[in-house]
């Protein structure tokens, strides 16, 4: 399978994808997390052009996505990440081939961190990779506790990898609103107050979603940090 982010920014030139993350937060800053990737437009338009063009005989660009799907729902895969300390109930879900579920509960933000580590990292979904990555990689502190704030410093991968050619490198800057990225932040106690400095964001009593730019998925700007007060 092909590197999972190179793959997935390259389908997102042809069609727009939503890419959701929901964490919700206990008092004790235990809670669950789930990790939405919606491939249904790409899904719709790949079957319009296949109706087009019947003697188009190219390889179909979601059966990557299909497999990383089948490779995520091994047995041994639930079995690692539930081996991570504080990590529970890891399950991968799709509702018809077309999105990845990924949800899981965390005990603490060392876990959380763990885990978020993981999917974040650039090599994360592509086949057998996950597994290397629950010892290998170096856990990345996303999540901490300030004082009274939770702070949330969104680290996003860089997407240029070293030794790759320059036609297997995307520009996401040509991508414009291809991709749609957001991060939902849940709290069992109702937010005092946020600090999300230059953040396109919607605060409700409990909840806040943060809609990412594509400056900050490409890493050209300073890394995001947002911070929460709780009751």
Same mark, same amino acid.
Not at 94 to 112: H, P, R, V, Y
């Given at each position: 399978m092909k590197h999972f982010i190179t793959f997935l920014f390259g389908l997102l030139l042809f069609s727009s994808c939503m890419m959701q993350e929901k964490i919700y937060f206990k008092a004790d800053y235990s809670g669950n997390m789930t990790y939405n990737i919606d491939m249904s437009a790409l899904m719709e338009m790949t079957k319009s052009l296949a109706q087009m063009d019947s003697s188009n005989a190219q390889k179909d660009p979601s059966s990557d996505f299909k497999e990383m799907i089948a490779s995520l729902q091994k047995p041994e895969v639930k079995e690692t990440m539930e081996k991570i300390e504080g990590i529970s109930n890891f399950a991968v /879900? =799709? =509702? %018809?081939? @077309?999105? &990845? /579920? &990924? @949800? #899981?509960? #965390? *005990? %603490?933000? @060392? *876990?959380? %961190?763990?885990?978020?580590?993981i999917l974040r990292n650039s090599n994360a979904m592509q086949e057998g990779n996950m597994l290397e990555d629950a010892t290998n990689i170096k856990t990345i502190e996303y999540f901490s506790l300030k004082g009274t704030s939770l702070v949330y410093a969104n680290q996003f991968p860089n997407t240029k990898q070293e030794g790759k050619k320059e036609q297997e490198e995307v520009n996401m800057d040509e991508m414009g609103d291809a991709f749609k990225m957001e991060t939902i932040l849940t709290f069992e106690k109702s937010i005092k107050k946020v600090t999300a400095k230059g953040l396109e964001t919607q605060l409700t009593d409990r909840e806040l979603k943060i809609t990412w730019k594509t400056e900050h998925l490409t890493g050209k700007s300073k890394t995001p940090v947002v911070k929460v007060v709780t009751q």
């Open positions: /879900n =799709t =509702t %018809n081939g @077309a999105d &990845i /579920n &990924i @949800a #899981f509960e #965390f *005990a %603490n933000l @060392a *876990a959380l %961190n763990r885990m978020y580590t």
